[in-house]
C-alpha cells in the first residue's frame, strides 16, 4: 500500500470520521460504439469524445482530492473487434497528449497500466512505457489504465505466478491467503475500490478488478461512456458520501 493510503487511512482512524473518504474510483468506458451508431457519428469521434471525457476526469478527481482512479479503456476482447486499429491510434494519442500535460505533472500524478498492455501493437507499448516512465516518481495521485485487461484473467495470472513461488520452494501451499492471492494481482500496490461505475446500457459485472470488487459499491449509469458527463460523476460521489 502506498504512502498517500496509509495516511488516509490513519486520519479516518484518528478523526473517527462517520463517512469514510473515497481514496479509490474505477470506470468503465462501455459503450462506444453503441454511441457512434445511435448518433451517426465514426467510431474515431466517439473513441476521440471517450478520451476526452477521461482527462475530463482526471481533472475533477484531482480536484476532489481523491488519490486513485482506474479506467477500464481496453477489455481484451477488443483484440479480435474490427474497432481495433481506431482505438488503439486513439489511445496512442491520448497517451503521449497527457504525457507532456501540466495536468500530470503540476499535481505529479503517476500512471500505471493494467491487463496485458504489451501484448498490444509496438506503437501502443511505446506510448505506455512513455507515460509510466515519464510519471514514475510522482505520488500524490495515481491512474491506472486497464489495457487489453480481462478480470478472470488478473486472477488466473496472480494463481500462476503463485505455483511459480511454490516449485521453486519460496512459499508453502497451506501459508497461501487472501493476502498472498492480493499480492500476486496486477493492482497489489493499490487500495480495492470504494466504487465502481459502470457505463453502458446493460446492469451487469464488466469484471473489473475482480478481486477486489468484493466490498465495492457498483453504480450503473444505464448510458454510454461518450454520454457520461462530468456533472453525472459529481452527481455519484455525493450520492455515494449522502448514502454512507
Not at 490513519?10 to 451508431?37: N, S
Not at 496485458?116 to 500524490?140: F, L, N, Q, R
Not at 501459508?175 to 475500490?193: A, D, G, H, V
Request: aromatic letters at 12%.
Amino acid at each position: 500500500m502506498l504512502e498517500r493510503f496509509r495516511l488516509m487511512l490513519r486520519l479516518e482512524e484518528k478523526e473517527g470520521l462517520k463517512k469514510k473518504l473515497v481514496k479509490h474510483i474505477a470506470i468503465t468506458t462501455e459503450g462506444i460504439e453503441f454511441w457512434a451508431k445511435k448518433n451517426n457519428k465514426t467510431l474515431e469521434q466517439s473513441y476521440k469524445k471517450s478520451f476526452v471525457i477521461i482527462r475530463d476526469i482526471i481533472s475533477l478527481i484531482i480536484r476532489s482530492n481523491i488519490p486513485l482512479i482506474t479506467f477500464y479503456i481496453s477489455p481484451k476482447e477488443i483484440k479480435r473487434d474490427e474497432s481495433f486499429n481506431i482505438f488503439v491510434d486513439e489511445l496512442v494519442s491520448f497517451l503521449n497528449n497527457m504525457k507532456g500535460s501540466e495536468l500530470l505533472h503540476k499535481n505529479k500524478a503517476k500512471v500505471s497500466a493494467l491487463g496485458k498492455w504489451y501484448d498490444m501493437p509496438g506503437k501502443a507499448v511505446e506510448a505506455v512505457k512513455s507515460i509510466i516512465d515519464e510519471t514514475k516518481d510522482y505520488d500524490c495521485f495515481f491512474l491506472n489504465f486497464c489495457i487489453n485487461y480481462e478480470g478472470q484473467e488478473e486472477i488466473a495470472d496472480a494463481c500462476r505466478l503463485i505455483a511459480r513461488q511454490i516449485k521453486a520452494d519460496k512459499i508453502d501451499v497451506d501459508s497461501i491467503t487472501k493476502e498472498t492471492i492480493k499480492e500476486n494481482i496486477y493492482s497489489s500496490y493499490f487500495l480495492p475500490p470504494d466504487l465502481i461505475i459502470n457505463n453502458g446500457l446493460q446492469r451487469n459485472n464488466s469484471g473489473l478488478l475482480l478481486w477486489d470488487s468484493i466490498y465495492s459499491e457498483m453504480h450503473f449509469t444505464g448510458k454510454p461512456f461518450p454520454d457520461f458527463t462530468k456533472q453525472d460523476f459529481l452527481n455519484i460521489i455525493k450520492k455515494y458520501y449522502t448514502s454512507k
